[in-house]
């Protein structure tokens, strides 16, 4: 691997982790949140339901439009700023329904990420796709690992300022934008070089492909895999941080730490199964590490400490957050390199659908008033299927 290669792995890793900013932002001061807005648990579901909606709405329509026209930077540039911009009216949201708009604004602009970023990942390392794909998670994990703790710390020093704390987290995303423009340049479309065909029949070529991968036995099985994953991601992020806060005593400060160091879990997992995955089947880490992130949200209602509480979200942290590496590694060889950020959007459309429920099923069950209950609703399902490899035959 050539340092121009390294150095865009490093570009496009660090895009993920700047994209995972506005995924994470608001969950450290979700407290403060309620506290502003006096909302219920199923109101804080809706809130992380609102992201993965603006999320859902647009992003295989984006993604196959990626494909056919090789905009891929374009779309890269233009998710980077729409996902970032919207929290610079943050200090404007006086109301419950705005703070909802906005958010939604903010997801759809990470609508149109994953899709070309992870194309762009999988064009540079073809032959190594597993690492390419680790140290993309690892970059969007390590995202993950300095927002709560960043935020909580300048919502501190603003005095509880929630608001403006978000305003200053805008930067990141405008500053990458414009290195991502910089660095990569837009490609010629794969199957249709001068771009007409695209242009007179788009709406007839996205329902052909959407076809053309629904049939694809290993990328369905795939997409539930992850939708089972995403269920229970969002829905932690969502009730997590209220669980620290109201059973467990905690400040703005140490909920921030603590998911800090629930992602540093994930971003060590995922460089490490990234290195390692390529002695393994990407199909068998999987199905382990759904089994292991299964196993521990059904402890976390019983985790009566916070003693309790640490090793069972060391467990998940390690399982299913470093999951998606593989899934993405496995989804891209799957689709081939004419629907790569096609098939990648679809499969983020579905996630979005069941993180859309979760986070609001995950607030109607913690209404029953018991510790963790939102645990086994945000989870849901259980994708314990092998899928098959793409190499393959499906019927």
């Given amino acids: 691997m050539n340092f121009g290669t390294k150095f865009n792995l490093f570009v496009l890793s660090g895009s993920h982790s700047v994209n995972s900013i506005y995924n994470r932002l608001l969950a450290p001061v979700l407290p403060l949140i309620v506290a502003d807005f006096n909302l219920s648990y199923s109101q804080v579901g809706l809130i992380v339901s609102a992201y993965a909606a603006g999320n859902f709405v647009f992003q295989y329509p984006i993604s196959f439009a990626a494909d056919y026209t090789g905009r891929r930077r374009s779309v890269l540039v233009f998710s980077l700023l729409m996902n970032s911009l919207p929290f610079i009216f943050m200090v404007f949201a006086d109301s419950y329904g705005l703070l909802l708009f906005l958010v939604f604004l903010s997801g759809v602009g990470s609508s149109a990420y994953h899709p070309a970023a992870v194309a762009l990942v999988a064009r540079e390392v073809p032959s190594r796709r597993g690492l390419g794909m680790g140290l993309f998670k690892a970059g969007g994990d390590f995202g993950s690992v300095y927002t709560p703790a960043l935020v909580a710390w300048l919502t501190v020093a603003l005095s509880g300022n929630w608001r403006v704390a978000a305003q200053w987290m805008v930067l990141p995303g405008v500053l990458w934008a414009v290195l991502i423009a910089a660095r990569f340049k837009d490609s010629a479309p794969s199957s249709d070089p001068t771009g007409q065909v695209a242009k007179s029949n788009f709406l007839g070529l996205l329902l052909s492909n959407f076809l053309e991968l629904i049939k694809n036995r290993a990328l369905t099985l795939l997409m ?26 905690y400040d703005t400060g140490g909920v921030g730490w603590i998911l800090t160091v629930y992602f540093m879990f994930g971003t060590g997992s995922s460089i490490v199964q990234g290195v390692i995955s390529g002695r393994f089947e990407h199909t068998a880490f999987i199905v382990g590490m759904m089994a292991a992130g299964t196993l521990a949200f059904a402890l976390i209602p019983l985790s009566g400490s916070v003693w309790m509480l640490f090793p069972v979200l060391a467990l998940l942290a390690s399982s299913i957050g470093p999951s998606q590496g593989p899934i993405l590694a496995v989804t891209t060889e799957a689709a081939g390199v004419k629907n790569q950020a096609s098939s990648v959007g679809l499969l983020y459309t579905m996630n979005e659908i069941a993180g859309m429920v979760s986070p609001f099923v995950g607030g109607r069950g913690q209404r029953s008033g018991s510790p963790g209950a939102w645990a086994p609703a945000a989870g849901g399902c259980t994708g314990l299927k092998r899928s098959p490899t793409p190499s393959e035959p499906t019927p």
Avoid: T
């Fill in 224 to 249: 539930v895999l992850s939708s089972c994953r995403v269920m229970c991601l969002r829905g932690m992020i969502a009730f997590l941080p209220l669980l620290l806060a109201e059973q467990f005593g």
